[in-house]
């Protein structure tokens, strides 16, 4: 087994990819939709972060988080996001894939990938990079061929504070070159 060894600074930025188990395509359905918010609202009651930036597509997401000051566990941020996740979404209705030999002698559900992908923000071009590369993903997977057709992400709350222009990513962003991420690649 590899061995993945994370870098965990307190009030850092972090950028995360987050996968659905086998590249299953729900999350953007209704029920996904509404426990991954509540399963969100109730981990940061618990362990507070600051979400920066995030776009929800069908097999996975990605997100930038600020962590508090004195806070450098964003691994127990997202253990609860999923497991709260879910514990809920199936109680709802929702259903798990087939699950493996391995899921099944470890008890576990067929939803999400074990892992994570996590990049530690270096500096504001970084930062910007990573914003930029989060909100072109619809587009960048093909889902639409413009930004203002995707409601799953938080694009639209920066085009409305003037951060990205009306035709903003109607072509790939030099920013976002050289960002293909573990949830991107095919």
């Known amino acids: ?39 969100y609202q109730d981990t940061q009651s618990r362990h507070p972060f600051e979400s920066l930036a995030i776009c929800l597509l069908p097999d996975h997401l990605h997100c930038l988080w600020q962590l508090p ?7 127990i941020r997202w253990a609860s996001i999923k497991g709260i996740f879910s514990r ?8 798990e894939s087939e699950r493996n030999a391995s899921r099944m002698a470890h008890r576990e559900v067929a939803i999400w990938q ?8 270096r500096d504001e ?4 990079r990573h914003f ?9 997977h093909g889902y639409v061929s413009e930004l203002e ?9 920066y085009y409305e504070k003037g951060q990205y222009s009306a035709n903003w990513g109607h072509s790939r962003p030099e920013s976002v070159y050289g ?6 690649v095919e």
Not at 17 to 29: A, G, P, S, Y
């Open 132 to 140: 930029d590369y989060i909100h072109y993903n619809p587009i960048h």
């Open 149 to 157: 057709k995707w409601p799953w992400s938080t694009f639209h709350r």
């Open 69 to 75: 000051e004195n806070d450098s566990n964003f691994s």
């Open 125 to 128: 071009e970084d930062l910007e």
């Open 179 to 184: 960002i293909e991420m573990a949830g991107d």
């Open 114 to 121: 074990r892992r994570f992908w996590e990049h530690l923000i």
């Open 1 to 39: 087994m590899p061995f993945y060894r994370r870098l965990y600074v307190p009030g850092c930025i972090y950028f995360f990819t987050v996968v659905t188990f086998e590249r299953r395509k729900f999350l953007v359905d209704e029920l996904a939709r509404k426990v991954l918010h509540q399963a």
């Open 88 to 95: 809920n979404y199936l109680q709802s209705g929702g259903m």
